[in-house]
């Protein structure tokens, strides 16, 4: 329905060694923001020559920016340079299933209904009410919005289906042509196959931020917080459905054999243009897999706890090129503790070799960075190292200045060997090498749980790593890439970003901060 239209440390086991990690070109795409963390590698990078240094030291809430949505806001917003009549909108979706297009100023272009939203899963979960979580897509190509929503049952208000929508950009009205795509007609292809298994949405949610490759859009699936199951007792799994975009009836999809092993990061899916990447989570049940493993896969590994390439489809092909995970699986199986706690980052080193990698963040506290060319299987990264003592679970970003190459992330406790400064914001730097090494480079107190964007006026100078203290002190801070010291330490009690949640993570637009929030969308200027 459119609304009137007015002219987004459990248990630690096996070893810490270390060796690598990321960097990547700077972001590109311009002043729109189609994408989660804006680029599908998701090192949410931008340049900006309007955000410097100095102008950081000035930020407040922009005074002049008024936005009001109905719904709570997990989902990331995202921003359209060219949008209806050729202006400017920010995109944002709320848990009550309502999608909303504003202009610069925050005033509304349109509004769109998808329908009452689920007010919760059965037994468990912790999004009340249950709507649209993961982040959407914008694709300029066909000028739409593609996004999953959660919706009740005809005679319960629980949640009963995951529909996969494609709204105009410029009207908000549903495309033609075969959308919504209801998540429970898709099946998936067990595995490497050739088995199958039809998509059950009671027990699955929908977290990560969706993905366009190519001509076709990738929408990730893990469980509910309490992974609860249906009512004859049937687990979620890890999915990923991919809708081509011309003909969403031909949608197909793939499924971890391991039950649970949810694909539930807030970042979703990765992408360096060819390959998908998703990382994914424990199995349930206790494992007694052999560690170091005789071979690869070795027995009871199923998917769980890894590092997965897919081909455009999606299809995996079960090739040790196509899979990494530790050599301790079982243990963090056995734990509860997930390699999928944070979504893929893929980054690409100047020198040494390999040079094109995929990073992943653990529950464990640790960084994994495997070669993306060629995963190698159960035990194979590129390096490894302890950089937490407790979980990580949000979006990390990954960046290079003239003083290095990091990548940064939020755990829930302090980092670990920390070069310089101290908290729970951790940035892990890339020593010169073949195989290079990992050193915790300085940590930082967040004072919350958002996940951190950088910006760079010229992709040389002006480095700065950001984020919004959800569920913390829900203020807005920036700090220096290299060294981790406060630039800006998030200013009066008049620029507290309330209703802000620890799934959130926050966009630069035109030297502006914006963060989503519950009834909201918060913005940050200098002006």
């Known amino acids: 329905t459119l609304f009137a239209l007015p002219v987004a440390l459990v248990a630690s086991c096996g070893n810490t060694g270390s060796t690598v990690t990321p960097s990547g070109p700077p972001g590109s795409g311009g002043p729109s923001v189609l994408q989660f963390h804006k680029n599908a590698t ?25 936005a009001s949505v109905d719904g709570n806001v997990y989902a990331q917003p995202l921003y359209v340079g060219s949008g209806p009549f050729g202006k400017g909108v920010f995109i944002v979706a709320t848990e009550n299933d309502d999608v909303y297009a504003l202009d610069t100023n925050g005033a509304q272009v349109w509004a769109a209904s998808l329908g009452s939203a689920a007010s919760r899963a059965d037994g468990c979960g912790n999004i009340q009410p249950l709507g649209i979580t993961g982040t959407p897509v914008v694709d300029m190509t066909r000028r739409a919005i593609y996004l999953d929503a959660a919706l009740p049952g005809a005679t319960t208000s629980n949640m009963r289906e995951h529909a996969i929508h494609a709204l105009s950009l410029d009207t908000g009205k549903e495309l033609p042509g075969g959308w919504p795509v209801k998540a429970s007609t898709v099946t998936g292809t067990l595995g490497a196959g050739p088995g199958t298994m039809a998509f059950n949405p009671r027990p699955q949610n929908e977290r990560g931020a969706l993905l366009i490759v190519g001509s076709t859009l990738y929408v990730p699936y893990g469980g509910h917080g309490g992974d609860c199951a249906d009512d004859s007792g049937n687990l979620y799994h890890g999915w990923i459905i991919g809708v081509p975009l011309d003909n969403p009836g031909a949608a197909t999809g793939y499924v971890t054999q391991a039950k649970e092993s949810g694909m539930w990061s807030v970042g979703g899916l990765a992408s360096d243009g060819t390959g998908i990447f998703a990382t994914t989570g424990n199995a349930n049940g206790a494992q007694n897999g052999p560690n170091p493993p005789p071979m690869s896969p070795p027995p009871g590994w199923l998917q769980q706890e890894a590092i997965l390439r897919f081909q455009p489809g999606p299809v995996w092909s079960g090739q040790t090129t196509d899979y990494w995970a530790p050599d301790d699986w079982p243990c963090l199986d056995n734990g509860d503790v997930d390699v999928g706690g944070s979504n893929p980052v893929l980054v690409d080193l100047p020198s040494g070799s390999p040079q094109h990698l995929v990073v992943a963040l653990g529950k464990d506290g640790k960084m994994y960075v495997a070669d993306r060319t060629n995963l190698g299987g159960v035990g194979h990264d590129v390096a490894q190292l302890q950089i937490a003592a407790s979980e990580i679970k949000m979006a990390p970003a990954a960046y290079t200045t003239p003083k290095g190459t990091y990548v940064v992330a939020y755990a829930a406790g302090a980092g670990v060997g920390c070069a310089t400064g101290s908290g729970n914001l951790i940035a892990v730097k890339s020593i010169p090498g073949t195989p290079p090494t990992l050193s915790v480079a300085c940590c930082a107190d967040e004072k919350g ?31 220096d890439a290299d060294t981790g010291a406060v630039v800006f330490d998030g200013g009066t009690g008049a620029d507290v970003a309330d209703g802000s949640h620890h799934f959130s993570t926050i966009i630069e637009v035109q030297g502006r901060i914006f963060s989503g929030a519950d009834g909201t969308l918060h913005a940050y200027t200098s002006r």
């Open 42 to 66: 998701r090192d949410g990078v931008y340049v900006d020559p309007l955000l410097t240094t100095a102008a950081a030291l000035r930020m407040h809430m922009d005074p002049t920016f008024h």
């Open 449 to 479: 749980q958002g996940s951190p964007i950088f910006t760079t006026s010229d992709g040389t100078r002006d480095n700065l790593v950001w984020a919004v203290g959800a569920d913390g002190s829900n203020q807005l801070r920036a700090w």
